[in-house]
């Protein structure tokens, strides 16, 4: 089952927003969607992923997708995920008072498989950013998966310029740290949900930089080949140094079992000298 969902932060509902209204939009916005296979025909509709009243529901193909408004917060701090955010510019404000929010989801009951959740990442995508499109009142867009909040022009903006190549920095949280020993640590998150596994980097000898490039780099690999790095593959390697992956449970502390790298020397321990010696 591929399902993938996000959330709008905005006050209220925005009556703008229709189901006619999407439809217009998506196709206005995506030409590559395919028109006869959109509607807001709600036979057969399967059971949504989430829960709520009068949700706004369009098909495409076999894949539903809802916008449900919630009045209330997501109940997450959201000043200090945007901290983390590499798409939430500094410069912003933060959405702190906001009274409601808005579930977008796409599900599909026979899709499986990490291309079928990459395909349904890009529909939401594509779905979101058409929302932007037609309101003024959200705030931030929250990709749930990746515990990220994202502004919603750059949101747009990187959906319109990058689809259908997969939204990486948007759908999955790149962090990059110091341990209080001064030693870069690594991970991500929101990869899982594409059916891939994250990756955690316990100690790494790279610069920051360096961190990031092997997280992003990893990240897309997997989005294009799927779940192919098997437990003890060499990945690749620094100067003196070879990369190991490993299945591993997650070093946060959750369920997900994740590639946890490794740098392995190249060189040969040293040999012990013995106490006694042959003159």
Do not use: C
Request: charged share 15%; glycine share 8%; net charge negative.
């Amino acid at each position: 089952m591929a399902a993938q969902l996000a959330f709008l932060i905005q006050d209220a509902p925005d009556d703008s927003i229709t189901e006619a209204a999407l439809s217009r939009q998506l196709l206005a916005d995506w030409p590559d969607l395919n028109p006869t296979l959109l509607s807001t025909d709600h036979s057969g509709t399967p059971t949504a992923p989430t829960a709520g009243s009068a949700p706004i529901v369009l098909h495409y193909d076999t894949t539903m997708i809802a916008v449900m408004s919630v009045p209330a917060p997501i109940g997450d701090d959201l000043t200090e995920i945007a901290q983390h955010s590499r798409l939430w510019p500094n410069s912003a404000p933060v959405p702190v008072d906001y009274t409601g929010h808005s579930i977008v989801s796409v599900f599909d009951a026979g899709a499986t498989g990490h291309r079928a959740a990459t395909e349904q990442a890009v529909l939401l995508s594509k779905v979101i950013a058409s929302l932007i499109a037609l309101s003024d009142g959200i705030q931030a867009v929250y990709w749930g998966s990746a515990e990220h909040v994202i502004l919603p022009a750059l949101f747009r903006d990187l959906a319109l310029n990058t689809l259908p190549t997969p939204l990486l920095l948007a759908w999955v949280a790149m962090n990059v740290g110091t341990r209080p020993d001064g030693v870069l640590t690594g991970h991500t998150l929101g990869l899982e949900q594409l059916g891939v596994m994250d990756i955690e980097i316990p100690k790494s000898p790279e610069d920051a930089s360096g961190v990031l490039d092997r997280l992003v780099g990893i990240a897309d690999y997997q989005l294009q080949n799927g779940p192919v790095i098997g437990d003890a593959d060499t990945i690749g390697s620094v100067a003196a140094a070879q990369i190991i992956a490993r299945h591993t449970p997650s070093a946060i502390g959750d369920e997900r079992t994740v590639l946890s790298l490794s740098f392995v020397s190249n060189e040969p321990p040293a040999r012990k000298r013995g106490l006694f010696r042959r003159g």
